[in-house]
Every structure is written in C-alpha cells, then in structure tokens.
C-alpha cells in the first residue's frame, strides 16, 4: 500500500525560504515520476514541480527560477525547495505521481507566506 505523507510547511514571510519533504511507502516510487502539487482557496489544485525517476524537472511558469523538486530514491523521498516565496505561493501543498493517482492523496502541508 502506497502511503505518502508532506511535511515542512509553515508561516514565513515573503522572500523566505521553506523546505517541504514528501516520504513514500511503498516500491513504486523509485519507478515514478513525482510532483509537487498545490491548491490555493477556492482554486483548482495544481501541478508545480516534476521529478521523473532518473532526476529531470519541470516547473510550472509561476514557480519556475524559485523552486527545486529533488528525491532521494533510497530514502522514498522527494523535496521541493521554495524560494523567493510570494504571497501568492500560500497553499497546501501535497506530493503525489505525475500523474496523480487518486487514492494517494496525503493531508498535504499548508504554506502560508506573509506580506
């Protein structure tokens, strides 16, 4: 059973920095490609960051220069440096496969980034 769980959110102010951290159970993970996916308030969740298993990346425009997605493949783990964060950037955020699968949903960490 796949279990995925993020950790590593918080309050910062703008222009700080936060280090979310993403642990998988579970053999899939070191096959897959990960991501990093957010949902403000009242909006759709949304795809910032990808991993595929042998380390290339992509990042949605909005983050793109401000975030790193890395993983650990012997420790189940994908991180997501965020820097230069913005107001904008508050959210929770979760991990999941790119694409996501549904029942692996996690509780997320919420990131809140102050003005």
């Known amino acids: 059973q796949v279990q995925l769980v993020e950790s590593g959110g918080g309050l910062v102010q703008a222009g700080g920095s936060l280090r979310l951290s993403c642990a998988a159970t579970?053999?899939?993970?070191?096959?897959?490609?990960m991501g990093w996916y957010r949902q403000a308030a009242g909006r759709q969740r949304e795809l910032v960051a990808a991993?595929?298993?042998?380390?290339?990346?992509t990042y949605a425009d909005s983050v793109k220069g401000r975030f790193i997605i890395s993983r650990d493949n012997a420790e189940n783990t994908v991180f997501l440096q965020m820097n230069s964060l913005k107001c904008e950037d508050t959210a929770v955020y979760y991990c999941?496969?790119?694409?996501?699968?549904?029942?692996?949903w996690g509780q997320g960490t919420q990131v809140t980034v102050s003005s």
């Open positions: 999941n496969l790119v694409p996501p699968i549904g029942s692996y």
């Open positions: 991993i595929t298993s042998g380390g290339t990346t």
């Open positions: 579970g053999s899939i993970f070191r096959i897959r490609a």
